[in-house]
């Protein structure tokens, strides 16, 4: 059993902050853009994590996105979702022509798109604070992550895509357990 998954760990995310003026959010809420109208940043108490945790500590555990698990927002292990996400490599790229040029090979998360990396979050997230259905707009991986996770705990998905999005993309959201409307 992946100890990351069922371990209780304390989350050091303070509050959420404003990207433009500073106005503090509450982290354990839900909100939209701040009333500003823009997003919103996680903030942390950096010095209580150091206190806490070492990066030998962080190193022995499984090597998947809730290995940082302190850094991240979610309080209840029970709100976890996961579809096996890893750490993702970084790969060099030796006939770039450029110096140390690395690039992160986000292809191999379960959707197959860096956009779960944010998802999978959100989810959580939303699972954490009660939310029964979620909607989105997009035209391709944002939609079938979300619906990949949402799907994976009982949250109920609604997929907003533009008329000419790809049939391939309607049907990979869709088949992830969304319900898709064309717009």
Known sequence: M?????????????????????????????????????????????????????RDTIEARPTDLWRWRELLPVRHTSNIVSLGEIETPLVPLTKSGGPNVLVKDEGRLPTGSFKARGLVMAVAMAKELGVTKIAMPTNGNAGAALAAYATRCGIETIVFCADDTPEINVREIAMQGARVWRV
């Open 2 to 54: 992946n100890q990351n998954l069922t371990t209780d760990r304390q989350t050091f995310v303070t509050h959420l902050e404003c990207s433009i003026t500073g106005e503090r959010y509450e982290a354990d809420q839900l909100h939209g853009l701040s009333r500003a109208g823009r997003p919103l940043l996680v903030r942390y108490d950096l010095d209580a994590v150091r206190s806490a945790v070492s």
